[in-house]
């Protein structure tokens, strides 16, 4: 890639993640890290050290750190609670966004972005990293080929036993606000169609180190009329699945699983008229994707897209049918009501 000019870029939010950004954006030639801000200041002095980068301007007040240095772009790595006015701050003063997941806290609030992006004619991305993984690529890709013919359901299970600390073991809806929203954009991905309803119960299991629910079951249906089930929980101990999820795919000749990393399988229907029909194993075909590798990828797609003037696959105006998703689950969790989306 080789931009017109350096992207002068501020990096919000300098805690875990923030690492695995300036890892991918300083290996991009001309992107250039020209502020690092976090409200504890000392956190992104340390990020300035630890990434050699003497002159960024360094700053716990956003707004001043915005005009000081006058980016082009904006990383927004804060908590989710942070993650609205940050980006509205930041599309307001005419940069382009790439945020942390989710979007924002509510679909109400995403909405209100999506608005100001357009207004700002700024592109605003979202980092669904786990979409650049090359064997969801594959997966996605042997789904469309029809050799399971046509898909009726999906599930998907999630079960780690992840002792954060911090912010998410006081964060309410944690596993469907926090992780599910990754695996429901990439059940998105798979299945190629958008969400229509969700019925979901949350609870916090017995012995639970999380103050708020920390499992959730929910069946969605989509829009090409398939179901979709997800089952996942933060407070698992034991057998853990990948943070990919474990994927069964069913479709009307056959079936696949994905272990969420390299074990895919697939059988289809050989010969019917017995009890239960035989069945002969199916190659998954190699695919080359573009711009795999997680959140490299992404920020790779979207400074490309800078370029070319158009959007990335994350951007925030469809990561909403995602984003809906979630508080859709959420809505039907606190109602025990079976919930209509409309992103
Ligand atoms: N994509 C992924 O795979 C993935 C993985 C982990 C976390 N995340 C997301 O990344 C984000 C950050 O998570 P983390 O694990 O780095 O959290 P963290 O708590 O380690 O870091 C967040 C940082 O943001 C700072 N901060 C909070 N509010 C701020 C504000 N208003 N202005 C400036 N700085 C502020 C905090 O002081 C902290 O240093 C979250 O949205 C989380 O959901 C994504």
Redesign the pocket.
Known sequence: MQLSKKMRTVL???????GAWLDAALTLPDVEIVGL????EA?ARKRAVDFHLPQAVIGSD?QSVLEQTAPDVVFN????E??Y??TLAALRHGCHVLS???LANSLEQGKILVEAAQQANKIFAV?Q??RYDAQIRRMAHFLTTGALGPLTTVNSDFYIGAHFG??REQMKHVILL?MAI?SFDAARLLTGADPVSVYCQEWNPAGSWYEHDASAIAIFEMSNGLIYTYRGSWCAEGLPTTWECDWRFIGQQGSATWNGAQVIQAQVVAATGTFTSTHQDIEIPAYQAENIGG?AGIIREFFACIQNGTQPETNAADNLKSLAMVFGAIESAESGQKVMLHS
């Open positions: 919000v939010g300098c805690g875990g993640m923030s801000v976090d409200i504890v956190a956003f790595c804060t908590i989710p942070a993650h006015a940050i942390e997941k989710p980092i990293n786990r911090g912010f926090d990754h959140h």
